[in-house]
């Protein structure tokens, strides 16, 4: 037991700094401060979504938030007061529109409906590669995009869609982050993972080694748009309205910053970027709204988030290429170490054949 935790330490150290960080709310009673939480633990289970795919294939992909706006509208359908849905949301099955769904009920239909979308979607652009792949991501967004902000009978179009019941707090987006970590986590020590993460190093040997890449890389596209789609089912069910958008070109590219600030290949990477990335943001802001120092007040002008943001990305890429984890996973004791550490179960007993002193 203590071999396999040593071994597998990096989630369970993710999950209780995280843990530790959502503590925090025991001992304030600032509003801000659980929402600037609350939206940092949503970002963490939509970055752990990003890296499942971006970070064992290789590939960028620009087109996630897509399914992240997938999931929040599949969890607003479900979770929207009846009457509303009745009026504004006329395209909608029956079965939506005359009820009102569970919290998990939801979050579950915000999960299934983006996978089964990446799995169509997925079939094809995985056959591509590089650029090419990128750039297909990318139009699926700006087609979601598109779609959304139109179907004016199903989704409101640019209206918002009130009337969502806001249950998701600090401690409820925290335990999704903990179980997308532990997710993504056993995708990475999977034989899937190994396979895909190998076609990533070297797709000619991946290929010579009979690695189906084209079917590893649809089950990470599939996982990761599950995971975003929870994420944005919960961002659905924070805010308690919503709108198309949010989800478009700035979430896509402040969840990618935030991936790539962390380290785009590890696990740790993806958690560390977005609470690296959310402290600079919250710093920025403060100063932005001034800061009294001696009498006189002091503040950055408007804007200096998005010049912060680009500084930080620029000097991470200039000095840590790898990201603030270069590619490592957390961990106390060394990996080297750990495999040194033998199991109770491994060790000889005394007077045991084989023990004798020759």
Known sequence: MRNFIVR?????????????????????????????????????IVVVGLYVFIGNSGIISFGQIGFMCIGAYAAAWATADPSFKQIMLSGLPTFLQDNQYPFLLATAGALVLPAVVALCLGIAIMRLNGTAASIATFA?????????????????????????????????????????ILVAYLFQISRFGLMLRASRDDE???????????????????LSAALVGVGGGL???????????????????????????????????????????????????LLERGVTIGGTELALPQGSQEIGLGLVMALILIFRPTGLSRGRELAIVPARQAEAIPSPDALPLPGAPGNATR
Do not use: C
Not at 20 to 36: C, R
Not at 140 to 168: E, H, M, R
Not at 204 to 217: F, Y
């Open 8 to 44: 597998h330490q990096a989630p369970f150290l993710l999950m209780v700094l995280l843990g530790l960080i959502a503590a925090t709310t025991f001992i304030t009673t600032d509003d801000s401060l659980k929402v600037t939480l609350t939206e940092m633990f949503i970002r963490v």
């Open 235 to 285: 961002y659905a069910q924070f805010l308690g309205i919503l709108t198309v958008d949010p989800f478009y070109l700035d979430l896509s590219f402040i969840t990618i910053a935030m991936l790539v600030v962390g380290g785009m290949f590890s696990l740790t990477g993806a958690v560390s970027g977005v609470v690296a990335v959310t402290a600079v943001v919250e710093l920025l802001r």
């Open 140 to 180: 699926f967004l700006i087609i979601v995009n598109s779609v959304y902000s139109n179907w004016d009978s199903v989704t409101a179009g640019v209206s918002s869609i009130i009337g969502i019941p806001t249950v998701v707090g600090p401690w409820t987006a925290y335990v999704f982050a903990a179980l997308a």
């Open 204 to 222: 000619v040997a991946a290929h010579a080694s009979a690695v189906k890449i084209l079917r590893m890389r649809l089950a990470a596209f599939v």
